[in-house]
């Protein structure tokens, strides 16, 4: 039982470069949500998603897109990146919703920087 | 949007309890009331969650106020790993399945 694995954990880009992250779980998990944490700050919801099909926005969603197809992925896309989107990016699973006494369960993050 | 209020950072000494508070007075009647920490470069953990009446694990303790508009996580006896951000976490939105972390407490624990 591996968790929420992402990859890559660490990746350069220039700017305007398009690039995804992947996110897996195998756990069976209908929710997923992709979080972005710049330096000193808290974790800012991206794009979230409640089953294979579904997906919406969350905070922070500009320069970002999404797309569930199966139940256990869950990629981020770039789309042009920018120096702005330079932040470690967590995604996260549950089996429901959090509001229901759901556990998340996070991935270790993927470190980004856009040059 | 409900909203968590928690202060930005707190100090403990090792081997003390510590109180960390959350204020969520626009939560919504039945929403469980969830706790995470971070520790450095690392994802965010679970710690304990609750929905009205004080919960303990073994990490912690979740004391829940009577109306459910605040609510204080206990460590009972900090250690140096315990020092970390503790996140206070509630649903986004009454009616969506977005949930949002606030900014978090950052727990310092002198030796």
């Known amino acids: 039982n591996a968790g929420v694995t992402q990859t890559p954990k660490f990746q350069v880009l220039k700017t305007g470069q398009s690039m995804t992250l992947q996110c897996a779980q195998d756990m069976n998990h209908e929710y997923m949500s992709w979080y972005r944490q710049d330096p000193g700050m808290g974790l800012r919801l991206i794009h979230y998603?409640?089953?294979?099909?579904?997906?919406d926005q969350g905070e922070v969603p500009n320069g970002y897109n999404v797309s569930r197809s199966t139940t256990e992925d869950f990629p981020l896309r770039l789309l042009s990146a920018a120096p702005s989107q330079t932040s470690v990016y967590f995604c996260?699973?549950?089996?429901?919703?959090?509001?229901?006494?759901?556990?998340?369960?996070f991935g270790e993050g993927s470190w980004l920087t856009v040059v | 949007d409900a909203k968590t209020t928690q202060p930005n950072s707190m100090e403990s000494n090792e081997e003390e309890p510590v109180h960390l508070p959350c204020n969520h007075s626009?939560?919504?009647?039945?929403?469980?009331i969830h706790w995470y920490r971070q520790l450095p470069s690392q994802g965010p953990e679970y710690v304990i969650h609750?929905?009205?009446s004080n919960v303990n694990n073994r990490m912690a303790s979740l004391a829940i106020a009577e109306d459910r508009k605040s609510s204080t996580l206990i460590l009972h006896r900090a250690t140096l790993r315990d020092a970390a951000v503790y996140y206070c976490i509630l649903r986004g939105d009454s009616g969506t399945y977005k949930y949002i972390f606030g900014t978090g407490t950052r727990l310092k624990v002198l030796a």
């Open positions: 996260a699973s549950s089996y429901g919703p959090i509001y229901s006494g759901n556990t998340i369960y």
């Open positions: 998603s409640v089953g294979a099909g579904i997906t």
């Open positions: 609750g929905l009205t």
């Open positions: 626009t939560i919504s009647g039945t929403d469980y």
